[in-house]
Structure formats: structure tokens, C-alpha cells
């Protein structure tokens, strides 16, 4: 059993607040930023399209994650104060809405800029850091001391003593930040070492390892919406079900009938 109790704050300079889960998930752009540049490098890429393309999954994350928190698990509140919904720095980030948004913001750029790569050939390098970027996330969670997992008796139980907890729970975020860290180095290995590969491989596996590990992480994880779905599941399970068929299936797919490829 471990005692909890950092504080979530990482600076305060007067009335500036700097939250170790800001820094996280910036920290985890940046990086993110320069195994993109170098990835870009490697494969003779306008290295000035990347900025313009970080920006577009920036807002697409951000903005895909608040309104995929306040729709999907809090939508009655969210819909009688959609206010509420601007105030991001009250929390509430949903990791669901932010792959839609990421999507949705990556065919927006190639929709208005048509880059000389494909949509496959860049989603298998934008999601090694994207699994980076979903460790730090969860760990900033577990700055935060939230996203909680359910009371335990076990010896990796973590007493959230910030919250006035006196009893142990499972540290879910760390399990998460875990699952992201392996599927980043999984997904890492195969991008730069397996020579020869379908386009959209690693974008599918992704989708596969992210989600399965969601889904069977999320029993031992309070219930996060505001509502049940009157089953065995979890409404993060049932959410992750159709983004891990889909890595699944497309994993398949492209293995079978995707183009090919071989890097030097």
C-alpha cells in the first residue's frame, strides 16, 4: 500500500498556476513534436508542414476530449450550463472525444492543404507519439488525483490521501500510463525497425492496444459518467469497444489487401 499526496500544483508565481497536468500533457506534445520532426527528416518531408499539422492536433485534441467529456459523461449538467463547457481549466477531458477530434482535425488539414503523403502513411507516424502522449496524460491524472480506480485491499493499492481518503484504491492511471508506455514502444519498434509493412498498421494497432487496454482497465475504474448503462459494462468499456473492433478489422484489412511498403 502507497500513500498519495502530492500536490497538483507544480508552481505558483502570484496568481499563475502551473498543474503538473499541464505540464505533462504539453511536455508530452513537445516531445511528441521532435520524433516528428525527426521522422520527417528521416522520410525528406517539408519539415515546415509539421507546425501546421501539430496545431491542427492540438486544437483537435483539446477540443475533441471537452466536448466528448461533457456529452458523453456528463450531459445532462453540460446541456443545461453549455457555459460550463468553455471552462476547460475546471477539467474534464475525455480520451474518447479526443481521438474523433484528432481524426476529424488531421482530414481537415489534408482536406484544405493536400500534403504529397497519404492519410495512412502519416497517421502510422503521428501515432507512435500519440501513445506518448496518452501516458503523460494519465500520468497527470495521477498528479491530479483523479480518474480514480475503485477500493482495494490488495498490495498495489494507493491511499489518495489528498482527497481525505483514509483507504486504498487501484492506481488505474498508473495501469494506463502503463498499457500507453508499451503500446508507444511497441508501436515505436515496428515504425523504425520492421523494414517492411502495409501503410495503416501502425495506426490500427494503436486503436487496438489503446482501447483494449481501456476496456479491460476499466472495471477496476470508478464510473466516470453521470449516468449507468444498466449492465456489466462499464460506459467506458461499451465506448471502447467500436474504436478496438475498428483497429482490429483495419489491422486485417491493410495486413490482407493494404499497400505494402519497404523503408530504408
Not at 497536468?21 to 518531408?45: P, S, T
Not at 487496454?213 to 465506448?239: C, N, W
Request: aromatic share 20%; with cysteine.
Amino acid at each position: 500500500m502507497f500513500y498519495w499526496d502530492a500536490d497538483p500544483i507544480a508552481l505558483s508565481i502570484g496568481p499563475l498556476e502551473l498543474r503538473w497536468y499541464g505540464l505533462l500533457f504539453a511536455g508530452g506534445f513537445v516531445i511528441g513534436y521532435f520524433i516528428m520532426q525527426y521522422m520527417f527528416k528521416q522520410r525528406g518531408y517539408d519539415q515546415n508542414e509539421l507546425d501546421k499539422l501539430l496545431l491542427f492536433i492540438f486544437a483537435g485534441t483539446v477540443i475533441g476530449a471537452r466536448l466528448g467529456h461533457c456529452l458523453i459523461y456528463e450531459p445532462d449538467f453540460y446541456l443545461a450550463h453549455p457555459v460550463e463547457i468553455l471552462k476547460i481549466w475546471r477539467g474534464g477531458l475525455a480520451s474518447h472525444g479526443g481521438t474523433l477530434g484528432v481524426l476529424f482535425a488531421v482530414f481537415l488539414y489534408f482536406k484544405l492543404y493536400k500534403p504529397k503523403y497519404t492519410f495512412l502513411t502519416f497517421a502510422d507516424m503521428v501515432c507512435v507519439p500519440i501513445a506518448l502522449v496518452c501516458t503523460f496524460i494519465r500520468l497527470g491524472n495521477f498528479m491530479n488525483s483523479e480518474i480514480l480506480g475503485i477500493p482495494t485491499d490488495s498490495a498495489v493499492g494507493v491511499v489518495f490521501a489528498r482527497l481525505g481518503e483514509d483507504f486504498a484504491r487501484y492506481p488505474a492511471q498508473l495501469f494506463e500510463a502503463a498499457a500507453y508506455f508499451v503500446t508507444f514502444l511497441i508501436l515505436g519498434y515496428i515504425y523504425f525497425f520492421v523494414k517492411r509493412r502495409p501503410q495503416g498498421l501502425i495506426f490500427a494497432l494503436l486503436f487496438f492496444f489503446i482501447y483494449a487496454a481501456r476496456f479491460f482497465i476499466e472495471p477496476i475504474k470508478m464510473e466516470q459518467a453521470d449516468y449507468s448503462t444498466h449492465t456489466i459494462f462499464t460506459v467506458g468499456q461499451l465506448l471502447s469497444v467500436p474504436f478496438m473492433l475498428f483497429g482490429l478489422i483495419l489491422a486485417v484489412y491493410v495486413w490482407k489487401k493494404g499497400k505494402w511498403e519497404t523503408f530504408k
